[in-house]
């Protein structure tokens, strides 16, 4: 069964660090483009970081550039998310999930993990 499992998500201060996985079973990752996204309460959910499945192609939101590094582990079917610097706007769930093409578009996506809670505050 296809399945996205995302881990890494907690509590931390301003201007600390997660890193953020998401594991996949049931298919072989680096076949997709694999796309995070987050929502805070109140919002829609909004693109965060993508990371193309060939030539490792990456794409970051204005709000996160600087201070947020996507990366990829085929060995290990799983793709990361480095957020440092982090801001108590950052607060959100944070998923991944899996598309056939390099395009932030919710639409495109087929696959989703259920999401791990990231809460930025002092």
């Known amino acids: 069964q296809v399945q996205l499992v995302e881990s890494g998500g907690g509590l931390v201060q301003p201007g600390g660090s997660l890193r953020l996985s998401c594991a996949a079973s049931?298919?072989?990752?680096?076949?997709?483009?694999i796309g995070w996204f987050r929502q805070a309460p109140g919002k829609e959910r909004e693109g965060v970081s993508c990371?193309?499945?060939?030539?490792?192609?990456?794409y970051y939101a204005d709000s996160v550039k600087g201070r947020f590094t996507i990366s990829r582990d085929n060995a290990k079917n799983t793709v990361y998310l480095q957020m440092n610097s982090l801001k108590p706007e950052d607060t959100a769930v944070y998923y991944c999930?899996?598309?056939?093409?390099?395009?932030?578009?919710?639409?495109?996506?087929?696959?989703w993990g259920q999401g791990t809670q990231v809460t930025v505050s002092s």
């Open positions: 999930a899996a598309a056939q093409l390099f395009i932030m578009e919710l639409d495109e996506y087929d696959y």
């Open positions: 049931g298919f072989t990752l680096d076949y997709y483009a």
């Open positions: 990371i193309s499945s060939s030539d490792g192609s990456t």
